[in-house]
């Protein structure tokens, strides 16, 4: 991948929080994007928000695709040199059947690679997969690195937010990993924290909503931000690209640059905006949830990456982003 041109590239999901804000950065970078959407029958849904974006007219195709149907992405995939897979099953109800869901994400994402593979012209897979690939399991570390994987049979028993979204991460990653040295397509898998941050998605992101809980008086998510690994939007989707077009890139990276405490995070906001009457570190100091491991991103920091925020310009993106949006 030495000496990449700039070219086409698809990126899956593109309503996203993350997706969203990648499109953006890349179209910025001078690539030209195609992106899937889910079919909207009833052309109710508004993608302004896409092809308002600048470049978006001339360098932008956005293109119907359903997981459910992994050849549905073969058209937006069509004369790619790189595919950025971020589209993936939620279900912040837990409603459906895990292993339903689970499913459904490894045998659509596992389609869209045996297109990359078809293709011909694709030269590198970049999947978003989540720190929650690895930070659940019965072990002590003193941080989490690319060797760390989570335990579905710990994520059954400690079911901590939902058992769906880090048990179809974890398995789809492997998969993944896997059909990358079974086939011999170039896939990089990269793990984001809490992504917080602004987001041009209309949307609220479920990352920016829980890590906003104290902002958004949510107190029954209080319990997700004991301790956390955050970082910024603007950060990953440069991350995305940076792993995209490194000629030496291969396997996992973790993507997080902050961990900070519930207390902490309390302090700050209170300090930078008091008009919000954001609770006191003292009153918080009771609350019982989950508190994540310190995370390294050393591997991705040594390929020469670099971090451009820090936790206030996170706050001060998403706060801004929730008024302009009515959400705060």
Request: with cysteine; glycine share 6%.
């Given at each position: 991948?030495?000496?990449l041109?700039?070219?086409?590239?698809?990126?899956?999901?593109?309503?996203?929080?993350?997706a969203?804000?990648?499109i953006?950065?890349?179209?910025e970078?001078?690539?030209?994007?195609?992106?899937?959407?889910?079919?909207d029958?009833?052309?109710?849904?508004?993608y302004?928000?896409?092809?308002?974006?600048p470049?978006?007219?001339e360098?932008?195709?956005?293109?119907?695709?359903?997981l459910?149907?992994?050849?549905?992405?073969?058209?937006a995939?069509?004369?790619?040199?790189?595919?950025?897979?971020?589209?993936?099953?939620i279900?912040e109800?837990?409603?459906?059947?895990v292993?339903?869901?689970?499913?459904?994400?490894?045998?659509?994402?596992?389609?869209?690679?045996k297109?990359c593979?078809?293709s011909?012209?694709?030269?590198?897979v970049v999947?978003?997969?989540?720190?929650v690939?690895?930070?659940?399991n019965?072990?002590?570390?003193?941080?989490?690195?690319?060797?760390?994987?989570?335990?579905?049979d710990y994520?059954?028993?400690a079911?901590?937010?939902?058992r769906?979204?880090?048990?179809?991460?974890?398995?789809?990653e492997?998969?993944?990993?896997?059909?990358?040295q079974?086939?011999?397509?170039d896939?990089v898998?990269?793990?984001p924290?809490?992504?917080?941050?602004?987001?041009i998605?209309?949307?609220?992101?479920g990352?920016?909503?829980?890590?906003?809980?104290?902002?958004?008086?949510?107190?029954?998510?209080?319990?997700?931000?004991?301790?956390?690994?955050?970082?910024?939007?603007?950060?990953?989707?440069?991350?995305?690209?940076?792993?995209?077009?490194?000629?030496?890139?291969?396997?996992?990276?973790?993507?997080?640059s902050h961990?900070?405490?519930?207390?902490?995070?309390?302090?700050?906001?209170?300090?930078?905006?008091?008009?919000l009457?954001?609770?006191?570190?003292?009153?918080?100091?009771?609350?019982?949830?989950?508190?994540f491991?310190?995370v390294?991103?050393k591997k991705?920091?040594?390929?020469?990456?670099?971090?451009?925020?820090?936790?206030?310009?996170?706050?001060?993106?998403?706060?801004?982003?929730?008024?302009?949006?009515?959400?705060?």
């Amino acid at each position: 991948m030495e000496n990449l041109e700039k070219g086409k590239v698809c990126v899956t999901g593109g309503t996203g929080f993350l997706a969203s804000w990648l499109i953006k950065r890349l179209l910025e970078d001078g690539y030209s994007v195609t992106t899937t959407v889910r079919a909207d029958p009833e052309k109710n849904k508004d993608y302004g928000f896409l092809t308002s974006l600048p470049n978006a007219s001339e360098k932008l195709q956005i293109y119907h695709a359903d997981l459910n149907d992994p050849n549905s992405f073969a058209p937006a995939i069509a004369g790619c040199i790189g595919v950025f897979h971020l589209a993936t099953p939620i279900d912040e109800k837990d409603e459906e059947d895990v292993e339903v869901l689970t499913r459904r994400a490894i045998e659509g994402t596992l389609g869209i690679l045996k297109i990359c593979l078809d293709s011909k012209t694709v030269r590198r897979v970049v999947q978003t997969s989540s720190v929650v690939s690895m930070d659940f399991n019965h072990h002590t570390v003193d941080f989490l690195d690319e060797s760390c994987w989570s335990d579905i049979d710990y994520i059954n028993s400690a079911s901590p937010f939902g058992r769906s979204y880090p048990t179809s991460k974890t398995l789809t990653e492997k998969a993944v990993l896997e059909f990358s040295q079974q086939s011999g397509l170039d896939v990089v898998s990269i793990l984001p924290s809490y992504v917080v941050g602004p987001f041009i998605c209309p949307r609220l992101p479920g990352s920016v909503r829980v890590t906003m809980a104290l902002v958004l008086g949510n107190k029954a998510e209080y319990g997700l931000v004991l301790k956390s690994n955050m970082v910024h939007v603007d950060d990953v989707a440069r991350a995305h690209i940076f792993l995209f077009e490194h000629p030496n890139a291969n396997g996992r990276y973790l993507c997080s640059s902050h961990l900070i405490t519930i207390e902490e995070l309390a302090n700050l906001l209170s300090a930078k905006y008091p008009e919000l009457q954001i609770p006191s570190a003292e009153s918080l100091k009771d609350i019982k949830g989950f508190k994540f491991n310190p995370v390294s991103s050393k591997k991705l920091l040594d390929a020469g990456f670099e971090y451009k925020y820090g936790i206030e310009e996170m706050f001060d993106g998403a706060i801004q982003s929730c008024k302009e949006k009515g959400y705060l």
